[in-house]
Structures are given as structure tokens and as C-alpha cells.
């Protein structure tokens, strides 16, 4: 695990001379060919490790554009340097916002980096099978980054090669259906050929597994609303994992990739720059973020111990941080070790019953999709939930997107799950926010609407 680490440091200098940051400036900026850097497999090791440090900046976006928006948190006021995340909040957002212009060029450059991993990888001589690992997790990567930017902005220009910047400029957006099968065929691909294991040891424990890639197709498939699909790749992993004993364990700066977490982004806070950048950190109780009743309220079991986690108490350095995501010996507010958790079981179980609800309702208190609630549920509450009290589809829905509410806060579900189970415009009237449809999506941004400088190409969404 400190290998896998440390090799984040490495790949962020290895590949400053190998790209730029920015989407359209695909050619290497450095004189030296790539063919001269991706040659042996540890170039490779290092590439891919890049394309693993890309999501370090990309998991931050959904605190603000998932937690803010949704029914979690809310902002006060703007105050100096929060105009952009408070107009996320207030769905005030407009295509110039800064937040969402910095979260498009860096999903592009980290699919960037992706595609040139796979771009050349055919052609090194080492180990097919490191290789053939190599490759996995580069498309689990572009699959994962791919799949984020259609949940915040609908069809995107996508690409499975690296391009000019002509031909970059060139590609327009693509439709519902071209995301559906680009994103499964990138994770069938890893899947059907078997080119992940199911766990790793030693300093290599942290990379993707055959099992995230189940559970992100299984995501990916109930985004779609393919119900049948989500259970049948998802069935392959009930029981591979478990439930931490209770749930602050799941989050223990001293326990990470412990027996519940499929996939996280890794962190670091005593290699300077890997420490995470925590948002839910305050220097005192009165500052501008805040939880809303609808957060306090969810935990209506007297026992929850999920409730005791989104209360704040104060470390070593001062700052007061979520007990959640507490590290207390971290020397500042913004450089915790707490990785970030993307897929993890309780995840799965309630996906799994999703599924199996969609697909058939049950009124039977010993179901299969009762019994994966009721694991989440009961693992922090001493009281099953009932069947009686869920008489049919939609309050079994409803039940699910609750239990994701208490399990998930501040891990960057929840505006995705209203979402995706009809629940945003309920939830955010309640917040006092009348929404429409197309604030489903987040507005194109205008630098890159400019940018290409073609309707045909990319077009702003709707309400925008």
C-alpha cells in the first residue's frame, strides 16, 4: 500500500513531460516521443499510477456538484471564493462556472491519460499479463471518468484513441445510447477476459478489481435502468465482500481498503501534495456550510449509529472535522489521509435490491432484495425495517433511497441517486427549490462551447 502511494508522486513527474492539462492540447508537449517513454513496464506501472492520481482531483467535484446540490448540505451565503458552489446550490448555475469549467478539463485529461496507456501499450515488450492488468485498469479508469461526466452533463464528446487537436475538435457529442455502449463494452471487455484479479497483496492492495468493475457496470447498468443486467452482473459479487461490524469502521484512517471497500481513491497527508484536500473541514461551528434537516431527520432510528458520524469534533490541529472522515493526527485541515470511498458493499446490497425491486416487487419480509436492505440497515440500527411498512414498488423505492441517504452522506451519491430514482424534484421542493427537468444536468461549459465554436458539435443543454 506505501508503494502504490508513493508511486502517485512518481507518476505526476512522469507524466509532466508527457501531456498538458488541458483536453485540446493532446500532443505531447515535450520534444521527447512517447514511444521513447512508454517502452518497459515499469513506464507503464508509472502511466497507469498517473491515470490513478487524475481521480485525486476529479473526487472533489462531487462534494460540490452531489452533496451541494442536493437534498445534504447547503451554503448560507457566498462568501469569498464559494460564488461558483453557492450558485451550484441554488441551481444558479450558469455555464461560466468555474467549478464545472475545471471538472470538464480534467475528466478529459485523465481519459487523455487513459488513452495513451492503451494507445501504446500494445506495442512494449513485457509480461502479457501485466499488461493485459495494465490495460483493465486504464479502461476501468476512462469507463469510471466517462460515466461521471454523463451524470453531471449528459452525452460528452467521448473518444477511445488519442487524437489531434483537429480531430479533437471535430468530435461532437455523443448520444444516450453511444454512452451505454461505450461504457459497458469497456467494462465487459475487462469482465469476459478476465484481465483483473479479484484482490491484490502486499503494496499493490488499492488497485481496481475484477470486483469494482462488476460493481461500476452494476451502477452503470441501473443509470440505464437496466434492471435484469444490474442484478445479474451484480449477483457475481454478493458475498465476495462484507459489512465492516459497524459503520465507522468502514471509514478508519488506520483500516483502509478494509473488507467493504471495492474501489477508493487513494490519499496520502505524509507525502506532501497526496494529503486530501478535506472540504468538510471548519475552523469553527458557525462557518457557511451546513447540514439540512432533511440530513438531521433521516436517521429516525433512535440507535442509528450513522447519525453520530456527520456530527463534527475537533482534531489535533484545531479544525474541527465530520467524525466520519476523521484523521486526528492530520497536521491541517486540507491534507487528511483519508482516502476516498467510490464503490464499496453496503453500495452493492442496495443496488442489488434496487434491481430486484424494479424488476419485481416483493411483499415478503424474507425476500432477496429485503434481506440486502435490512443488511445495510441493521448493521447500524438494532430494528429491521418492515415489510408491512413498504406495501408496494414505489414506497420499496423510496425505502432504498432513504437507507442510501443515512449510508452515503458526503461520499457523493446523493444527487446522482434522486436522480436516477426519480426523487430530485421531491427532495429539492421540500429544500424550497422548484426545479425542472433539465436541471437533471449541469450546463456545458462555455469555454468549451467557444472552444469548438459548432452547434452541430456540442450544443448547450437544454435551460441553458
Not at 41 to 46: G, R
Request: aromatic share 12%.
Amino acid at each position: 500500500m506505501k508503494k502504490y502511494k508513493l508511486l502517485l508522486i512518481a507518476s505526476a513527474a512522469f507524466l509532466s513531460v508527457s501531456c498538458t492539462d488541458n483536453f485540446f492540447d493532446l500532443e505531447p508537449s515535450s520534444s521527447v516521443p512517447t514511444d521513447k517513454i512508454y517502452k518497459t513496464a515499469e513506464d507503464f506501472n508509472v502511466a497507469v499510477i498517473g491515470c490513478y492520481s487524475k481521480l485525486q482531483t476529479q473526487v472533489s467535484y462531487f462534494t460540490e456538484c452531489c452533496e451541494y446540490r442536493s437534498d445534504n448540505l447547503y451554503l448560507s451565503a457566498p462568501t469569498t471564493g464559494t460564488q461558483d458552489r453557492y450558485d451550484i446550490d441554488q441551481f444558479s448555475d450558469k455555464p461560466s462556472n468555474g467549478i464545472l469549467q475545471d471538472a470538464w478539463a480534467n475528466f478529459n485529461n485523465g481519459v487523455y491519460r487513459c488513452n495513451l496507456v492503451l494507445d501504446k501499450i500494445d506495442g512494449a515488450d513485457f509480461d502479457e499479463a501485466l499488461k493485459k492488468q495494465y490495460k483493465a485498469e486504464a479502461l476501468f479508469i476512462r469507463a469510471l471518468t466517462y460515466f461521471n461526466m454523463y451524470r453531471l452533463w449528459g452525452g460528452v464528446p467521448m473518444t477511445d484513441k488519442v487524437v489531434t487537436v483537429s480531430e479533437a475538435l471535430a468530435i461532437g457529442r455523443s448520444s444516450e445510447q453511444q454512452v451505454y455502449d461505450f461504457l459497458t463494452g469497456d467494462l465487459k471487455q475487462i469482465i469476459e477476459n478476465n484481465m483483473l484479479p479479484q484482490s491484490y497483496t502486499g503494496t499493490e492492495v488499492g488497485r481496481i478489481t475484477s470486483g469494482a468493475a462488476k460493481a461500476l457496470l452494476g451502477k452503470v447498468y441501473l443509470t440505464f435502468h437496466k434492471w435484469e443486467e444490474a442484478r445479474d452482473v451484480l449477483s457475481q459479487i454478493i458475498g465476495k465482500y462484507s459489512l465492516m461490524s459497524s459503520p465507522d469502521k468502514v471509514f478508519d484512517v488506520d483500516n483502509e481498503m478494509n473488507n467493504e471497500v471495492i474501489f477508493a481513491v487513494r490519499f496520502n497527508k505524509d507525502i506532501e501534495g497526496e494529503g486530501h484536500g478535506y472540504w468538510f473541514s471548519i475552523t469553527n461551528l458557525s462557518d457557511d456550510t451546513n447540514q439540512t434537516e432533511a440530513l438531521k431527520k433521516c436517521y429516525s432510528d433512535a440507535d442509528d449509529k450513522r447519525k453520530e458520524l456527520i456530527e463534527y469534533t475537533q482534531v489535533e490541529s484545531k479544525v474541527f472535522v465530520l467524525k466520519k472522515f476523521k484523521d486526528v493526527k492530520s497536521a491541517t485541515y486540507n491534507t487528511v489521509g483519508n482516502d476516498q470511498i467510490v464503490l464499496r458493499y453496503a453500495d452493492v446490497l442496495l443496488m442489488y435490491a434496487e434491481a430486484l425491486n424494479e424488476i419485481e416487487y416483493s411483499n415478503s419480509q424474507t425476500s432477496v432484495a429485503m434481506n440486502a436492505l435490512n443488511a445495510v440497515h441493521t448493521r447500524s440500527c438494532s430494528s429491521a425495517i418492515q415489510i408491512a411498512e413498504l406495501p408496494d414498488k414505489d414506497s420499496f423505492r423510496k425505502a432504498i433511497m432513504l437507507e442510501r441517504q443515512r449510508e452515503f452522506p458526503y461520499e457523493g451519491h446523493r444527487w446522482f441517486d434522486l436522480v436516477r430514482m426519480g426523487g430530485a424534484k421531491e427532495a429539492m421542493k421540500a429544500e424550497g427549490h422548484e426545479i425542472q427537468d433539465y436541471q437533471f444536468l449541469y450546463p456545458i461549459p462555455k469555454t468549451e462551447l467557444e472552444r469548438i465554436n459548432n452547434e452541430k458539435l456540442l450544443w448547450q443543454n437544454p435551460g441553458y
